[in-house]
Every structure is written in structure tokens, then in C-alpha cells.
């Protein structure tokens, strides 16, 4: 069975304070690895994709990071506008596309 | 920048009533899901459809439910008789898959369903 576990599950920052959240995670063959942004209420919002461990990808203040068991998002100098809950998924290769989610790193950036 | 779209945003029944929510996939996109998220916890897969018929489905997408493409722009979820504990946000998503690797898939803003 696919497990996706985010830590930590909450984390307050002040504005300016770069720090890391982590997704680990259990597949029978990774077809893909995705971070999505979700704001209170919203569906999730697509951030990256990434494939093959020792990738990066970067957006703005964001930098996301693979091993082949774990990711990191990488939050540097962040804002209050980041505050959200950041979604993890894995897509394994067995399946039909279908994504496995972590529960989320909720995230508060304070002024 | 295409999206997808989904209503109604937000629907109250009755337990036993059956409930429709439709989805507008990207255009051009071939695969399509439906996911639901419980208040509180992590968004789980139910269905993916292509090609007309179910790719797969989770142990959650039992015989209550159906999905359907009526026409070339919609996709539907139906719950034939709801349940309390089907109350949940039901987003659904659109990816384009040709290359046969795993490409993004597209969230809807969800449509929050509460049963009574």
C-alpha cells in the first residue's frame, strides 16, 4: 500500500524564517512525486513535479528536492502570502495515474 | 489560463437523496478523477475515467457511486443514496497523459457536499 507521511504537520514561521518540510514516502515503483499548495476551502493548487531521485525544481521561494525515500519543500525567506497547507502525492507506477496525499505541512507565516 | 470548473460549490441533502456534481476538465486533457478530502484529512483517490470507461477505482468508490461523461465537456460524479459520512469535499481533476509518464494533474475548486 502507498503511505505518504508529512512533518512536521504544523509549523509556525516568522516572516523571513527559512525552513523545510518533509514528505516521506512508500511506493511499489515512483512514477512521480507532486507538491500541491491548498488554501483553506480551495481544491489543491500544482507546485511541482518531480521523477527521479536527485531532482530539484524552484519557484520563487520554493524549492522542492527527491531522494528515493523522501522530498523536501524548501520554504527560504517566506512571506505571509505563503501561509498554507502544502499537499505531498506520490504516483506509483502500478496504478492508473491515482495519486497518494500526505495529510499536509500547515503552514503560518507571521508579519 | 485553462481550468478546471465544478458546481455546484457547495450542496446540503438529505440522507438517501442522490446527489449529481459536475465537473468541466481542461479542454484538451484526457484523464479525469474524482478525489474527496473529509474535513481534516488527506485528500484520497476515488475514480480515474478514460477512454470512456474507468481506468480504476478505490475501495471507496463502491456500488453507490457512478461516474459519467455525457458529452464532450462534462463529467459527472452521482451518489445514488447518500450517507452521513459521504458529507466531504469532492474535487475533481483533469491530466494529459501521453506520454505515458506521470503528468500533473489539475484540481477543481471543489464542491463541499454536506448530508443531513
Known amino acids: 500500500e502507498d503511505q505518504v507521511t508529512q512533518s512536521p504537520e504544523a509549523l509556525r514561521l516568522q516572516e523571513g524564517e527559512s525552513s523545510s518540510l518533509n514528505c516521506s514516502y512508500t511506493?511499489?515503483?515512483?512514477?512521480?512525486l507532486f507538491w500541491y499548495r491548498q488554501d483553506p476551502g480551495k481544491g489543491p493548487e500544482f507546485l511541482f513535479t518531480?521523477?527521479?531521485a536527485g531532482e530539484e525544481k524552484e519557484k520563487e521561494r520554493l524549492k522542492a528536492t527527491l531522494t528515493k525515500k523522501e522530498s523536501f519543500l524548501h520554504i527560504t525567506a517566506p512571506k505571509p502570502e505563503d501561509s498554507a497547507t502544502y499537499l505531498c502525492a506520490v504516483q506509483p507506477r502500478d496504478g492508473n495515474n491515482r495519486l497518494a496525499f500526505g495529510k499536509g505541512n500547515q503552514v503560518v507565516v507571521i508579519p | 489560463e485553462p481550468e478546471v470548473t465544478q458546481t455546484p460549490s457547495h450542496q446540503v441533502t438529505q440522507m438517501g437523496q442522490e446527489v449529481i456534481l459536475r465537473c468541466v476538465p481542461i479542454?484538451?486533457?484526457?484523464?479525469f478523477y474524482w478525489y474527496r478530502q473529509i474535513l481534516g484529512q488527506k485528500v484520497e483517490f476515488l475514480v480515474s475515467?478514460?477512454?470512456?470507461?474507468?481506468?480504476?477505482k478505490s475501495e471507496i468508490f463502491d456500488d453507490q457511486f457512478s461516474v459519467e461523461r455525457p458529452d464532450g465537456s462534462n463529467f459527472t460524479l452521482k451518489i445514488r443514496s447518500t450517507k452521513l459520512e459521504d458529507s466531504a469535499m469532492y474535487f475533481c481533476a483533469s491530466s494529459d497523459d501521453l506520454a505515458g509518464v506521470g503528468e500533473t494533474q489539475y484540481f477543481g475548486p471543489g464542491t463541499r457536499l454536506l448530508v443531513l
Open positions: 479542454s484538451n486533457h484526457l484523464y
Open positions: 518531480l521523477y527521479s
Open positions: 475515467f478514460y477512454n470512456n470507461e474507468i481506468s480504476e
Open positions: 511506493v511499489s515503483g515512483l512514477r512521480g
